[in-house]
């Protein structure tokens, strides 16, 4: 502990939920195929990410405050891997449109295969992921919509 400060560092995989920007993926997708325009899927969409609700986040980062040890890095995850491709064509499901909906993008230079954290680490200090990702994708559709 640096000159008396508790410090610690929190790392999460991608985040989700109401109120976020709408140039993220998940806001972004729902507000494009409410309008009947079609989603960017980049390369062949079988980029992996894990998904974490905000309130799982907020969560983890309050245990971190009140039982993380002083100086120690906690990853945040949500549990949920999925490809791009997946988790488009949730959303597509689930706002009753088609496959048709989808316009393949060249990728991003440097896009990451895989982007997913490994949180056994903050488990010990009583976390899980609690927000199922179908129920929540649900519940933030409709927190857009409306």
Request: hydrophobic fraction near 35%.
């Amino acid at each position: 502990m640096t000159h008396g400060l508790n410090i610690n560092i929190t790392r999460s995989s991608n985040n989700f939920g109401p109120s976020q920007n709408q140039e993220k993926l998940i806001p972004n997708f729902i507000l494009r195929l409410a309008q009947n325009l079609k989603v960017p899927v980049y390369g062949d969409g079988l980029n992996i990410r894990d998904w974490l609700h905000v309130d799982d986040h907020c969560k983890g980062i309050y245990l971190v405050l009140t039982k993380g040890k002083a100086g120690e890095i906690y990853n945040i995850g949500g549990g949920t891997e999925l490809t791009n491709l997946e988790l488009t064509m949730r959303i597509i499901t689930i706002l009753g449109k088609s496959a048709e909906s989808i316009q393949y993008v060249g990728d991003r230079l440097g896009h990451d295969q895989r982007y997913s954290v490994d949180y056994r680490k903050i488990s010990e200090l009583g976390y899980a992921p609690s927000k199922d990702i179908n129920s929540s994708l649900n519940a933030t559709i409709n927190w857009y919509l409306s």
